[in-house]
């Protein structure tokens, strides 16, 4: 951990500088210093880490990326996983943390998933995003999933966006962060391959006059069925006797 700390302040001295770019340009460039450390520091802890596509999304379009959240590694795999500009949504506590939080609010839109109006606020800056050319990234999910299913209930946002915008949504999964850094074990890192899989995404222009819940019903059972395929570890074997 004390060498992902100095990482995260060898970019603060940085922040500066790509504030005056702006929030679009600044930000982009903040995201690409992230990538890059991001995989070295995988590299360097004994996490070397592999994104694999079914399907590869089109580098012109934008996306709503959609991933499981399982482990806190999954912050880190989903910079490295996605190359496109994009901005992801998080948890609004993280901005008190010293240091870090003005990277964080700089570069992430914030949610307090328990305030129905701040939802409400972050679903529009969100939408800010998307006019302005940038995907964004959620773990719809809202915060780990701590049972032994493939996944838990999700949250509507990312598909209300997706309904209104007409965004692909494009769905990864992290078959492996489980197992190197657990949801229990903030301190505890276990060397070992890390995968994000690219599933095939889901388009609203397939589905005219679909809702919300249609989406994310249709992306549930496609995230669960690959998960389960993979034999991700920390699902029920229960699950896959139903597969």
Request: aromatic share 12%; charged share 20%; glycine share 4%.
């Given at each position: 951990?004390?060498?992902?700390v100095?990482?995260?302040l ?7 500088l790509c ?12 995201y ?10 995988l590299?360097m802890?004994?996490i070397p880490?592999?994104?694999?596509y079914e399907c590869?999304p089109?580098p012109t379009?934008?996306y709503i ?11 880190v ?9 994009f ?10 943390v ?10 992430v ?5 328990s ?5 409400l ?19 719809p999910e809202?915060?780990?999933n701590?049972?032994?299913?493939p996944l ?8 209300k966006?997706a309904v209104?915008t007409g965004?692909?949504?494009q769905?990864i ?11 229990k ?7 070992g391959k890390s ?5 095939a995404?889901?388009d609203?222009?397939d589905y005219p006059?679909t ?5 994310k ?5 496609q ?6 395929a993979?034999?991700?570890s920390w699902i029920?074997l ?6």
């Amino acid at each position: 951990m004390a060498l992902f700390v100095a990482i995260i302040l060898l970019l603060f001295p940085l922040l500066p500088l790509c504030a005056l770019l702006g929030r679009i340009k600044g930000a982009n460039i903040m995201y690409k210093l992230f990538r890059f450390l991001g995989n070295l520091w995988l590299f360097m802890i004994g996490i070397p880490h592999k994104t694999i596509y079914e399907c590869k999304p089109d580098p012109t379009e934008q996306y709503i990326f959609v991933a499981n959240h399982i482990a806190y590694l999954d912050a880190v795999t989903i910079v490295s996983s996605i190359k496109h500009n994009f901005r992801p949504i998080g948890k609004h506590e993280l901005i008190k943390v010293p240091v870090f939080g003005l990277l964080y609010k700089f570069c992430v839109v914030t949610v307090n998933r328990s305030n129905a109006q701040d939802r409400l606020r972050s679903l529009n800056d969100l939408r800010k995003v998307l006019a302005q050319g940038i995907s964004v990234a959620v773990f719809p999910e809202g915060t780990f999933n701590m049972a032994d299913a493939p996944l838990k209930e999700m949250y509507d946002g990312a598909f209300k966006l997706a309904v209104e915008t007409g965004k692909k949504i494009q769905p990864i999964v992290f078959l492996d962060t489980y197992d190197r850094m657990h949801y229990k074990h903030f301190f505890t890192l276990n060397p070992g391959k890390s995968r994000a899989i690219y599933l095939a995404p889901i388009d609203p222009a397939d589905y005219p006059g679909t809702d919300s819940k249609f989406l994310k019903c249709l992306l549930e059972k496609q995230m669960s069925a690959k998960l389960i395929a993979y034999k991700a570890s920390w699902i029920n074997l229960k699950y896959f006797n139903h597969s």
